[in-house]
């Protein structure tokens, strides 16, 4: 940690105002706090609510892990890593089961998460029924009387159009039986290890200034239709590294001839199986990287 | 014939700061019947038909619904969730323009689906079905149901706000100028098709237009209304056959004859 910022960036004042957020959300979960989200030194839609939020849990002795898409070592996940290994000098990792707290962009990791750890959502945007209605004060009033009647117009019209639910990505969930929550766009396959999580869940959104949670073994129900069940999706490959038949995987184009390979989306569940021995159909056996990358 | 009045309303007024929108307005409106509101623009009718329909809230007055379940009950003293209930279940509400009562971005099937699915419906099958089963009621081919309404034509949008409103059953129909923006043929299309299901229902309604063809063919009885007051009612043969007073005998002799 360096002299120049405050633990982990943002001022006391502001971890405190973003805590009673968070602590309001706890209380009443899946509905949206309102907070006073504060300039962040990187771009809206790169993770500033999460980040804060992030921040405002951190204490010293916190282990953290970022994820972006499921990966450690792209971009976005890089760079909030490194932010906070600068700001706040906790330490960081890329193993789920070591993490304290982990920040993720669009997935849940595939391991399952324990009572330890938080895990914190970045989300562009938390209103799951703002594309049906524009108003903000409609949607709160909406959400105040629980008229969701308009959740399931957008999924009649996936099914109408497609011939099956087509939401595939930020697929809306019923939290308790009361609030329905966007659960940021991670993939409708991770929808169900959102309920009953031991873990805490927390949702931050920057530019839109809320906050959400899912207290841990909260209840969260994926919308649907009596005739149309909730299908989380499956691939009928495997891992090509691993080969892992029940994580969600990324298609990878690999040449000019239409050549692909599905891999895991989660690198840390990913390495951790090939270093203990499984290995996929393009995989080479496992081997620790001859060099690290130099840390912070 | 139910014994009790299906609305009652007594001394509405709304003002619009020092100007007046609607004043003293008193009226029933019995099962099964259909009330036509007229008079020129400005007079007050739409201010009425919205204080009415609960979207816009009047200064003073009283507004009693006989609701099914619990008897006559003053709309206006009711609990929000409770009247947004009302309002998407036993009353349904006709926009003149289809735009502001219709969902543009979704499908026809969608738009007369959303109050079946706001009221708890959750399955497809069976949404699909009646959505199906009212285009049909409405004159609208089943192929059309997975098209989006701005792909239907004006007098084809204003049928399916119709079908929209009615899938639910309601017992109470707001109009505001079903008719507006309409060519003649395609008025007389939607009239004998509205005039058909509030017969064919039970419906009651009360319908706001400046046309009196429209209120000559659907309404049984009639208010005329003039600067924000009722000037004349009575039966609409009555009044529109023998007017009594001066701005009433005026706007009967002003529709043009072919």
């Known amino acids: 940690m360096t002299g120049a910022y405050n633990f982990a960036y943002l001022d006391e004042q502001t971890k405190r105002m973003i805590r009673r957020a968070l602590l309001k959300a706890v209380a009443v979960p899946g509905y949206q706090v309102p907070f006073a989200a504060r300039e962040m030194p990187m771009p809206f839609g790169w993770g500033t609510g999460g980040v804060q939020v992030t921040a405002a849990c951190l204490v010293p002795a916190d282990r953290l892990k970022v994820i972006d898409q499921g990966a450690d070592d792209t971009t976005n996940a890089v760079s909030i890593r490194k932010f906070f290994e600068l700001t706040a000098g906790v330490a960081t990792t890329e193993e789920t089961q070591e993490a304290t707290i982990i920040q993720t962009r669009h997935r849940i990791p595939e391991q399952p998460l324990t009572g330890d750890q938080i895990l914190v959502y970045q989300v562009p945007i938390p209103e799951p029924l703002r594309f049906l209605e524009p108003r903000e004060t409609e949607t709160r009033k909406m959400h105040a009387l629980e008229e969701y009647g308009l959740m399931h117009v957008k999924l009649y019209e996936d099914i109408a159009r497609h011939g099956h639910i087509a939401t595939t990505y930020a697929y809306p969930v019923k939290v308790e039986g009361r609030y329905v929550m966007d659960p940021s766009p991670i993939p409708k396959f991770d929808n169900p290890k959102l309920s009953g999580c031991p873990a805490l869940q927390l949702f931050g959104a920057g530019r839109e200034q809320r906050i959400y949670a899912l207290p841990p073994y909260t209840q969260a129900v994926s919308l649907d239709f009596e005739d149309h069940p909730f299908d989380p999706g499956t691939w009928e490959e495997d891992c090509a590294l691993c080969g892992a038949s029940d994580s969600y995987l990324d298609e990878v184009i690999i040449d000019d001839a239409g050549g692909r390979m599905y891999v895991c989306s989660d690198t840390a569940h990913c390495r951790g199986r090939r270093r203990a021995g499984h290995v996929g159909a393009m995989g080479a056996p496992y081997e620790e990287a001859p060099f690290k990358e130099a840390e912070g | ?258």
């Open chain 2, 1 to 258: 014939m139910s014994a009790a009045p299906l609305l009652q309303v007594s001394g509405l007024s709304k003002y619009y700061g020092p100007r007046m929108g609607c004043t003293d307005i008193s009226f029933d409106l019995w099962p099964g019947e259909v009330l036509g509101v007229v008079g020129e623009s400005g007079s007050g009718k739409t201010t009425l038909l919205n204080c009415l329909a609960g979207l816009m809230v009047p200064d003073a007055g009283r507004v009693v619904y006989d609701t099914r379940a619990e008897g006559p009950r003053d709309t206006l003293a009711m609990a929000e969730p409770e009247r947004r209930m009302l309002m998407r279940t036993d009353w349904a509400f006709v926009h003149q323009n289809p735009r502001d009562g219709l969902r543009m971005g979704v499908s026809a099937g969608a738009n007369v689906g959303e109050r079946l699915m706001a009221v708890g419906a959750r399955h497809y099958g069976r949404i699909r079905g009646a959505a199906l089963d009212w285009l049909g009621r409405v004159e609208i081919a089943a192929d059309r149901i997975d098209d989006r309404p701005s792909a239907f034509s004006s007098g084809m949008q204003q049928r399916l706000q119709i079908a929209r409103n009615l899938v639910t059953g309601p017992r109470l129909v707001f109009m505001d100028e079903p008719t507006g923006g309409l060519d003649v043929s395609v008025q007389a299309r939607l009239l004998d098709l509205i005039r058909g299901l509030v017969r064919e229902l039970g419906l009651s309604a009360v319908i706001v237009t400046h046309d009196l063809a429209v209120v000559r063919l659907l309404a049984g009885r009639l208010l005329v209304m003039k600067e924000g007051r009722v000037i004349e009612a009575g039966l609409t043969d009555q009044v529109l056959d023998d007017p009594q007073h001066a701005y009433t005998q005026l706007l009967v002799s002003s529709v043009l004859q072919v």
